[in-house]
């Protein structure tokens, strides 16, 4: 009996100690795979949209058409044309303690004349929404992670009263990430487009969206707030008042 006993607690210990081998067997398996996860997925988020590093610069062809129709049925266009270049400068804590960047904003006529200082504005980046304020109006530019058709309010931080009624109720969204674009002969291979509003009416059309590119920030970005009081059969290529600004990449580099 002694005997048989001895060999039932004998046969546990190696059971016990069959059962360890196994359970350690196993988690290190599963060690390995999280490792291996690990090593090979890289999170990416898509800050590399808009890199936010001082001296970074972008230079824009600009075009402008304002439509009037204080003479109707003659309809007046106004076009004006200029070239914009966006500097990111050096770096300060905003208002809110936040780690924000100068951007300085200049203006000339043509590619032969001197810029000139236009406006001051600022961005930040908090791994969570870029903010871009221009002329104290702070916009939610792009929001992280990307990802397409994600969908967001952009001016939600902007009172939209008055003369800044027009932003009310934007809602911007995600589309063609990671898609190659060309302007002219330049081909960004990895762009994304945010459409900020496409809404339009028999007397009101708004349009916006931006485009970016890897490494170089916005790209392209057109803007279109029309009206039309008389003539509601001809559709929107004959507006009779209101302003179409388009922005093309024209150059990009570090000061």
Known sequence: MIAFISQVLSMKNKLRKYFKLLLILFLSLI????????DNTTFNAGFEYYPIVAGHYIT?????????????????????????????DTSFLDNAGRTSYRIER???????????????WSVNNNNIVLDKNEDDLHFIKLVFPIVEG????????????DEHMYLKDWIYQYQDIDQSYAIGMEVFDSTLLVMQVNVENLIEKKFAYERYA?????????????????????????PETGVWVRYEYTGSGQE
């Open 31 to 38: 060690l390995s795979v999280g490792c291996n996860k690990s």
């Open 60 to 88: 824009y062809s600009v075009d402008s058409f304002y439509y009037s129709s204080t003479n109707y049925p003659q309809i007046r266009i106004d076009t004006i044309h200029y070239e914009i270049k966006e500097l990111i």
């Open 106 to 120: 200049y203006r000339r006529p043509d590619a032969y004349s001197n810029w000139s200082i236009d406006r001051i």
């Open 150 to 161: 994600k969908t967001w309010k952009g001016n939600r931080q902007i009172a939209a009263i």
């Open 214 to 238: 890897k490494g170089i920030g916005m790209i392209s970005k057109e803007i279109k707030f029309l009206g039309k009081q008389r003539d509601l059969t001809n559709g929107w290529g004959y």
